[in-house]
């Protein structure tokens, strides 16, 4: 079992400001997040739990961070905040550099697609991608994706998001469940609207042009799941 750093009191800073100086370091290298992820042989959103002060980082891992970054573990207790910059391949994670719904089309091409012939995947909640559009809302991916025709996610809706940042309805192909965990979710289906409370659940073919919105001033919270038809009509 290996042994976290108690970096509590280094220099008088919290395990956050840990996490703001390996961002410096990494973008100061111009390594993007999942670059590192990658040569470390974990996921992004560990790297971005780290650096985002949400995630311990092991003697072990915290070691292999500063030999990668090519700092010494001392530096990285005194590097001093300048200008933040995002490094390419940061898009959508915990924050960085958000993304626009309107950019891709079903939910599908959201993920990426991982093939594994498991027949039982558990996925830790710090391991769970997560991508944050432009609106504010934030998707989280309860499962891995082993085809194209599922998709299984947290999602939510800070109060006065939407769907889209400019409000614009979405169209795509499937079919989408979901339940409402907490929070208030008004949704445009065509000419119809309906207000969505805890517990509420909804069903509908999403090719129907359709948008949700947290008019509220709680988040909004709610567990989806998507299904993806791939079909001749171009996705809209």
Known sequence: MSATVDVSTANGDPVVSLGVHLKEARLQAGLALREVARQLSVSPSFVSQIENGKSQPSVATLYALATLLGV??????????????????????????????????????????????????????IDRPRLIMDSGVVWEQLASNRSRDLDFMDIEYPPGSSSTSDGS?????????????????????????????????????????????????VPARGVWVVRNYVSERPAQ
């Open 72 to 125: 010494s573990i001392d530096a990285l207790f005194q590097i001093q905040s300048g200008t933040a910059g995002f490094a390419p391949g940061d898009q959508g994670l915990d924050g960085e550099t958000p993304i626009n719904r309107s950019d891709f089309g079903q939910p599908m091409d959201a993920w990426q697609r991982e093939g594994s012939d498991a027949r039982i995947v558990v996925v830790r909640p």
């Open 169 to 217: 309805m979405l169209r795509h192909d499937g079919m989408e469940y979901g339940l409402i965990i907490s929070g208030e979710l008004t949704v445009t289906y065509g000419f119809d609207t309906y207000l969505l409370k805890p517990g509420d659940s909804v069903c509908f073919e999403p090719h129907i042009p359709h948008v949700f919105t947290n008019k509220g001033t």
